[in-house]
């Protein structure tokens, strides 16, 4: 037979490809797919896309297995002890989040962070490579991985099982049936900013004058309250009751996942949106680009509109993986994310206004931190995250996202009535600020100031100036589209007297009736 040519030092220079055996194979894929599953297991009370995650699982782990095979083929290296080299790098990479973050604002901290990485996880793959020459720490290693995955998928159905098991509160008809399709039905534009504070507490806890912007959303005709309150502290809970017009969840019902109920209300199966096709409109959805759960589809919505076409931008599941390794470093990852400006325009463009009226559910997720505004009102290149900033610094930074997005929603605004003067227009949060709240709170733990605080939300409506309709001072949200439905059909509208609950922040299960938030009143 001839003999092989050897590079000096005894290197064969030839590619050798070489399948992995069942051992390695089992080692790369179970490391490669656990994180998948970890995730899925610590984020168990959001509405995760399992097709996605299993599709993004299996492209890790093809991915692991053909970079495992090119350094076998490549070096000549034993497979076996190549595979637990590799579950050590992949054990790393997946793991970045647990004691790094990459998602500080200061970039040379972000960098320092990613080398000093990188000097662990070559370390630790040298080491796994070199103690892998003993059997029996590539048992350990097979043995590990199957653990390593079986705890958390066996916690994450378990709690499934419980979930699927619990109470469903409905959200059925509370509005008697429409009697007449009015002549007159005024387009309605629900431009819904989270996390938009009040005006009293917004003022106390940052020092931000919203004075100029309530007068100016009054020079345009808005009605605006200095005393609204949300009936839930948090979005899905919000948002659901809004929808409902009801104060759909109760203290004692058995809920384990709110995001089964409140999922499908906010994309579009709820009675408001069915009110408005009986009364002839159009379900125009404008998500807020992120949030994985409140994504539009049709037939839910008659029509969607896109968040943008930054073709990196992600949304939250993408972009909440990506945090857990060292690939959020990099700064051109963005998640998506809308702008009123930016709905307003590419509703104009894309709905046909010679067709039927329509209602626009516009969910713009800012204020709400990741703080997308530089102090000049520029853009930032990496969005800054609130829980990195001091609490002085965090108000700051909420202050001059307020200010940016106050000019950014009056210009929005603009164009609405410029182009349909006789519109709807509600500028809405779904809750307050949270500078007061801790959120590994229970529901009994919560300050009256924080909860205060939390159930302070923006109110305001621009009603046609043929609408008869109450003050909207101290109404609730709840009551939002039960005085719109009462102004476009012409009839008195069925309040209801605020009410408001708490709820820890992954546990609905222990919500518990409050007061109602008050205006702020200094000690």
Same mark, same amino acid.
């Given at each position: 037979m001839p003999s092989e040519v050897t590079l000096e030092g005894g290197r064969d220079p030839r590619w050798r490809w070489r399948w992995l055996s069942p051992f390695g194979l089992a080692v790369v894929?179970?490391?490669? +797919?656990?994180?998948?599953?970890?995730?899925a297991d610590n984020n168990h009370g959001e509405p995760l896309?399992?097709?996605?995650?299993?599709? !993004?699982?299996?492209? *890790?782990?093809?991915?692991?297995?053909?970079?495992?095979?090119?350094?076998?083929?490549?070096?000549?290296? &034993?497979? &076996?002890?190549?595979?637990?080299?590799? *579950?050590?790098?992949?054990? @790393?990479?997946?793991?970045? @989040?647990?004691?790094? @973050?990459?998602?500080?604002?200061?970039?040379?901290?972000? /960098?320092?962070e990613v080398v000093l990485w990188l000097i662990v996880t070559v370390a630790l793959v040298a080491l796994a490579y070199r103690a892998s020459g003993h059997s029996w720490v590539r048992? !350990?290693? /097979? !043995?590990?991985?199957?653990?390593?995955?079986?705890?958390?998928?066996?916690?994450?159905? @378990?709690?499934?099982?419980e979930v699927d098991g619990g109470e469903?509160? $409905?959200?059925?008809?509370?509005?008697?049936? +429409?009697?007449?399709?009015?002549?007159?039905?005024?387009?309605?534009?629900?431009?819904?900013?989270?996390?938009?504070?009040?005006r009293d507490q917004v003022e106390h806890y940052t020092g931000t004058d919203l004075g100029p912007f309530y007068q100016s959303l009054a020079d345009r005709g808005f009605d605006v309250s200095e005393s609204?309150?949300?009936?839930?502290?948090r979005t899905?809970?919000?948002?659901?009751? $809004?929808l409902?017009?009801?104060?759909? !969840?109760?203290?004692?019902?058995?809920?384990? &996942?709110?995001? &089964?109920?409140?999922g499908p209300v906010v994309t579009g199966a709820n009675p408001v949106v069915d009110r408005f096709r009986d009364l002839g409109y159009r379900f125009v959805y404008s998500d807020s680009g992120s949030l994985t759960w409140a994504h539009c589809s049709t037939p839910a919505a008659d029509q969607c509109i896109p968040a943008g076409t930054n073709p990196l931008a992600l949304d939250d599941l993408e972009m909440n993986l990506l945090r857990t390794t060292a690939l959020a470093a990099v700064p051109v990852v963005q998640e998506r994310f809308t702008d009123p400006v930016g709905v307003v325009d590419r509703v104009h463009d894309a709905v046909d206004p010679a067709g039927p009226p329509f209602f626009l559910f516009a969910h713009i997720l800012s204020p709400h931190w990741p703080y997308r505004f530089s102090d000049d009102c520029g853009r930032r290149l990496t969005p800054m995250e609130a829980q990195l900033l001091p609490p002085r610094d965090r108000a700051t930074a909420y202050g001059e996202e307020l200010t940016c997005l106050n000019a950014d929603v009056l210009q929005a605004v603009d164009r609405i009535i410029a182009a349909d003067p006789t519109a709807v227009i509600i500028l809405q949060a779904d809750h307050g600020t949270a500078f007061t709240v801790d959120w590994s709170w229970?529901?009994?733990?919560?300050t009256p100031t924080a909860i205060q605080e939390r159930l302070a939300p923006l109110n305001a409506i621009r009603f046609p100036t043929s609408c008869q309709h109450p003050p909207l001072d101290g109404q609730p949200l709840v009551n939002t589209f039960r005085l719109v439905f009462a102004c476009i059909e012409g009839t008195p509208p069925e309040l209801l007297e605020p009410r408001a609950y708490i709820s820890s922040f992954d546990r609905v299960d222990d919500l518990r009736e409050v007061e109602p938030s008050r205006p702020f009143a200094a000690p």
């Amino acid at each position: 037979m001839p003999s092989e040519v050897t590079l000096e030092g005894g290197r064969d220079p030839r590619w050798r490809w070489r399948w992995l055996s069942p051992f390695g194979l089992a080692v790369v894929v179970l490391f490669a +797919v656990q994180p998948f599953v970890r995730f899925a297991d610590n984020n168990h009370g959001e509405p995760l896309p399992l097709g996605r995650m299993a599709l !993004f699982a299996a492209g *890790a782990a093809t991915l692991a297995v053909l970079a495992t095979l090119v350094v076998v083929a490549r070096t000549g290296r &034993d497979r &076996d002890r190549v595979a637990v080299a590799t *579950a050590a790098f992949l054990l @790393s990479f997946s793991s970045f @989040s647990l004691w790094l @973050s990459s998602i500080y604002p200061d970039r040379w901290r972000r /960098l320092l962070e990613v080398v000093l990485w990188l000097i662990v996880t070559v370390a630790l793959v040298a080491l796994a490579y070199r103690a892998s020459g003993h059997s029996w720490v590539r048992s !350990f290693a /097979l !043995f590990y991985g199957v653990i390593y995955l079986a705890i958390p998928l066996v916690s994450y159905v @378990s709690f499934r099982h419980e979930v699927d098991g619990g109470e469903r509160p $409905t959200a059925g008809a509370v509005l008697p049936p +429409v009697s007449a399709v009015p002549a007159e039905r005024p387009n309605v534009y629900w431009l819904m900013l989270d996390e938009y504070g009040r005006r009293d507490q917004v003022e106390h806890y940052t020092g931000t004058d919203l004075g100029p912007f309530y007068q100016s959303l009054a020079d345009r005709g808005f009605d605006v309250s200095e005393s609204s309150s949300a009936a839930y502290n948090r979005t899905q809970l919000s948002l659901a009751s $809004t929808l409902t017009m009801q104060y759909l !969840f109760q203290p004692g019902n058995d809920i384990r &996942d709110e995001f &089964d109920v409140a999922g499908p209300v906010v994309t579009g199966a709820n009675p408001v949106v069915d009110r408005f096709r009986d009364l002839g409109y159009r379900f125009v959805y404008s998500d807020s680009g992120s949030l994985t759960w409140a994504h539009c589809s049709t037939p839910a919505a008659d029509q969607c509109i896109p968040a943008g076409t930054n073709p990196l931008a992600l949304d939250d599941l993408e972009m909440n993986l990506l945090r857990t390794t060292a690939l959020a470093a990099v700064p051109v990852v963005q998640e998506r994310f809308t702008d009123p400006v930016g709905v307003v325009d590419r509703v104009h463009d894309a709905v046909d206004p010679a067709g039927p009226p329509f209602f626009l559910f516009a969910h713009i997720l800012s204020p709400h931190w990741p703080y997308r505004f530089s102090d000049d009102c520029g853009r930032r290149l990496t969005p800054m995250e609130a829980q990195l900033l001091p609490p002085r610094d965090r108000a700051t930074a909420y202050g001059e996202e307020l200010t940016c997005l106050n000019a950014d929603v009056l210009q929005a605004v603009d164009r609405i009535i410029a182009a349909d003067p006789t519109a709807v227009i509600i500028l809405q949060a779904d809750h307050g600020t949270a500078f007061t709240v801790d959120w590994s709170w229970a529901a009994e733990e919560w300050t009256p100031t924080a909860i205060q605080e939390r159930l302070a939300p923006l109110n305001a409506i621009r009603f046609p100036t043929s609408c008869q309709h109450p003050p909207l001072d101290g109404q609730p949200l709840v009551n939002t589209f039960r005085l719109v439905f009462a102004c476009i059909e012409g009839t008195p509208p069925e309040l209801l007297e605020p009410r408001a609950y708490i709820s820890s922040f992954d546990r609905v299960d222990d919500l518990r009736e409050v007061e109602p938030s008050r205006p702020f009143a200094a000690p």
